[in-house]
C-alpha cells in the first residue's frame, strides 16, 4: 500500500477483555515497529520485527502484551485482559531497512474503560 | 542502555523567531538519527543524518549532525504558526539494539 495503515483508528473496551490492533506496513518494508504514546508522553518502544529475525520484545510492558508478524508483512499486537492503564495511542512504524526513516501508522487510540 | 535527551522540552516563540531545538545521545554504535514532526498522532519524517557536519535542508529547516559531540540541532527559521508541533528526535544502532530509540520531544508553540 501506499503508507503505512492501522485498525481500528479507535477502541474502546472494558477494562478486563482483550483488544487486538492490526498494522499493514509499507509493502516491501522488512523492519517493522510498535510503540506506545500516553498523552503528552514520548513514543514508548514495544516490540521491533526484522525480517526473519527473532524479533526485539524488550520494550513490551507485561505478558499480556504479545505481537506477532505473519509472513513478514502484517502484524497483530495483542493485548489481553486490558487495563486501565494501557489507554494510549499505539503507533506502528515500518522502514525499508533497519535504522533508515521509518514511517509511521496515524495509531489506534486505545481507552479502556 | 540508550539514551535520547531533546531540549527544551517545551518552547513558545512569535511568528518569524528563529527557534534551534537540541538533541543528544548515548548508543554503542551509531547509525543514524532521525528527526519527525508531530502534529497529531503520526509522526512525520524530516530528516535522516548518518554523517557529522552535513547540513541537511529542507524550506525553512536544517539539521546538523556531530558525531564527536553526540548531538544534534534542529533549526527553523522564520516560523510559522504551521510549525507549532511536537518535535522528535530518534536514533538507530548499526547493531545490537536495532530500534528506534524516541527522545521525549520538544513541544514548539508558535504565537502570531
Known amino acids: 500500500g501506499a503508507g503505512v495503515s492501522q485498525s481500528p483508528s479507535n477502541k474502546v473496551t472494558e477494562k478486563g477483555k482483550d483488544v487486538e490492533l492490526r498494522c499493514d506496513p509499507i509493502s516491501g518494508h522488512t523492519a517493522l515497529y510498535w510503540y506506545r504514546q500516553s498523552l503528552g508522553q514520548g513514543l514508548e518502544f514495544l516490540i521491533y520485527?526484522?525480517?526473519?529475525?527473532?524479533?526485539?520484545k524488550s520494550g513490551l510492558p507485561s505478558d499480556r502484551f504479545s505481537a506477532e508478524r505473519t509472513g513478514g508483512s502484517v502484524s497483530t499486537l495483542t493485548i489481553q485482559r486490558t487495563q486501565q492503564e494501557d489507554s494510549a495511542v499505539y503507533l506502528c512504524a515500518s522502514s525499508l531497512v533497519t535504522g533508515f526513516e521509518a514511517f509511521f501508522g496515524q495509531g489506534t487510540r486505545l481507552t479502556v474503560v | 542502555e540508550d539514551k535520547v535527551v531533546q531540549s527544551p522540552l517545551s518552547l513558545v516563540v512569535h511568528e518569524g523567531d528563529t527557534v534551534t531545538l537540541n538533541c543528544s545521545y548515548e548508543v554503542t554504535n551509531f547509525r543514524s538519527l532521525l528527526w519527525y514532526k508531530q502534529e497529531k498522532k503520526a509522526p512525520t519524517f524530516l530528516f535522516m543524518l548518518t554523517s557529522s557536519g552535513i547540513e541537511k535542508k529542507s524550506g525553512r529547516l536544517s539539521s546538523i549532525l556531530d558525531k564527536k559531540e553526540l548531538f544534534s540541532i534542529l533549526n527553523i527559521t522564520a516560523t510559522q504558526t504551521g510549525d507549532s508541533a511536537v518535535y522528535l528526535c530518534?536514533?538507530?544502532?548499526?547493531?545490537?539494539?536495532?530500534?528506534?530509540?524516541f527522545g521525549q520531544g520538544t513541544r514548539l508553540t508558535i504565537n502570531p
Open positions: 520485527f526484522q525480517g526473519n529475525s527473532a524479533p526485539d
Open positions: 530518534a536514533v538507530a544502532e548499526i547493531q545490537g539494539a536495532q530500534k528506534l530509540v
